[in-house]
């Protein structure tokens, strides 16, 4: 069954450190992974796309990984603000696979203290 | 500047009424999709479009409606058939059909339903 998991459910950090949130996933034949950031009440936004080949990518303060063999990856954070409070959502697509089959974890709820 | 609006952003419905969300988009895309958005809960496809005139059911299709008469526009109708609409709800379209790039959802705000 094609899955994707996300962990933790939510995780409290103070302003100024550095986080780690997981997306295990399932989803066979694996064409890419993304991640979104979805601030309370609003649409979710593209942070990254990370596709079979590639390991690491950043965009800012943002990094993310991809292992495709254990098929894990983590957004990392880095020097935490608190304009970083927000949902993030691991979204995952399979390779030749309808238009409407994206597979979607719960998210991971982050809040930065100041 | 381009986007996804969509309206209204919040919504008050009383059992038993249909009401319809509104979704356009300027950003040329082919693909567009209706989501359901619970607490705790991953999103679920409601409906999707790939062309005009054409929408396919996506995994929770029942007790919603869709049209697709332009390219722009996708309003999605929540009838009174569907049993617990209470929810928020996000249009999203997409530049890519198929290929490697599939899945790049650029969303709208979002339309919070209240059934009362």
């Known amino acids: 069954k094609n899955q994707v998991e996300q962990s933790p459910q939510s995780l409290i950090i103070l302003e100024g450190k550095n986080c780690t949130l997981q997306c295990n996933y399932t989803v066979s034949p694996f064409s890419n992974l993304r991640w979104y950031k979805q601030d309370t009440g609003r649409g979710p936004v593209s942070l990254t796309i990370m596709t079979f080949s590639e390991n690491t990518k950043s965009n800012g303060r943002y990094t993310a990984t991809l292992d495709a063999d254990t098929k894990q990856s983590s957004l990392h954070i880095t020097a935490s603000q608190l304009s970083d409070s927000a949902s993030y959502i691991c979204v995952v697509s399979a390779r030749g696979s309808t238009l409407g089959r994206l597979y979607f974890g719960r998210g991971t709820q982050l809040t930065v203290w100041p | ?116």
């Open chain 2, 1 to 116: 500047d381009g986007g996804i609006t969509q309206s209204p952003k919040y919504l008050f419905r009383k059992e038993g009424q249909n009401v319809t969300l509104s979704c356009e988009q300027n950003l040329n895309h082919d693909a567009m999709y209706w989501y359901r958005q619970d607490p705790g809960q991953g999103l679920r496809l409601i409906y999707y479009s790939q062309i005009v005139n054409d929408f396919q059911k996506g995994d929770i299709a029942e007790g919603y409606s869709v049209s697709r008469e332009k390219k722009e526009s996708f309003p999605l109708t929540v009838t009174s058939a569907q049993k617990n609409p209470t929810a928020f709800y996000l249009c999203a379209s997409s530049p890519r059909t198929s290929g490697v790039g599939v899945g790049e959802l650029f969303f709208g705000e979002g339309s919070r339903l209240t059934v009362l």
